[in-house]
């Protein structure tokens, strides 16, 4: 997805919100964050969420109920309309919508499944071949959880043809997973960088602070 690009563009043309981002980039269970940019009629957003806020775990998936959680967290990412409601009048279509799991083993199961392989045996040998010491079973239970900390991440462009509307854009996300509790926003767009901040119990952001 070619999203990305222009999102790091945007955000490297606003210094003055490099030192947030940095802190917004920290990973807190319970906090996503996610940018937006804005171009015209276009808006691109990039979204970034612990697995803890959108499956209740953060551990590779080894059982069938962990991986068919995170197969329908997965779909339900990639319809970023029922997720971030705006209003009718804005007039906003999904124009390409990515969704996908990092930093564990088992979140290949979109279109990358012979890209990594399953390597989830091997990965179990390797960590249980050292003829069961203690200390290296911690080692492991340590390194996985170090390593261990996956995110889901989604990437939405948007067409929409009136963005001057009044109104809000309502967080159904929250309503979708329940152990999400804040949104870090940072918004890029002609008149400059902002960030804004939206929590659970205050599920909505006026158009007019994206713009």
């Known amino acids: ?20 981002k940095r802190q917004m980039d920290a990973h807190e269970h319970g906090v996503g964050q996610m940018n937006i940019a804005i171009e015209d009629s276009k808006v691109v957003i990039e979204l970034h969420a612990p697995g803890a806020d959108i ?3 953060e551990y590779p998936a080894e059982s069938i109920e962990d991986r068919t959680k995170i197969e329908a ?5 990639a319809k970023p309309l029922d997720l971030f409601v705006f209003p009718a009048a804005t007039g906003c279509s999904v124009v390409e919508a990515t969704s996908e799991l990092e ?3 088992h979140h290949d199961h979109e279109d990358h499944d012979d ?14 071949h050292e003829e069961g010491h203690d200390e ?6 340590h390194d996985e959880h170090a390593s261990g900390h996956t995110e889901f991440h989604a990437e939405y462009e948007l ?13 159904d996300y929250f309503k979708t997973f329940p152990n999400a509790k804040e949104l870090e926003i940072q918004v890029i767009s002609k008149d400059g960088a902002t960030a804004v901040e939206v929590e659970r119990d205050t599920p909505t952001l006026a158009l007019k602070d994206l713009l």
Not at 115 to 128: C, K, M, R, S, W
Not at 136 to 141: A, K, L, P, Q
């Open 1 to 20: 997805m070619k999203l990305l690009p222009y999102i790091a563009f945007a955000v490297a043309a606003a210094p003055a919100f490099a030192e947030e």
């Open 55 to 57: 499956v209740g775990f």
């Open 73 to 77: 967290a997965v779909a339900m990412l």
């Open 103 to 105: 930093g564990g083993e």
């Open 115 to 128: 890209e990594h392989g399953h390597d989830d045996h091997e990965h179990d040998e390797d960590h249980a």
């Open 136 to 141: 290296n079973d911690e080692h492991d239970d």
């Open 159 to 171: 067409n929409c043809t009136n963005l001057d509307a009044s109104g809000e854009i309502a967080f």
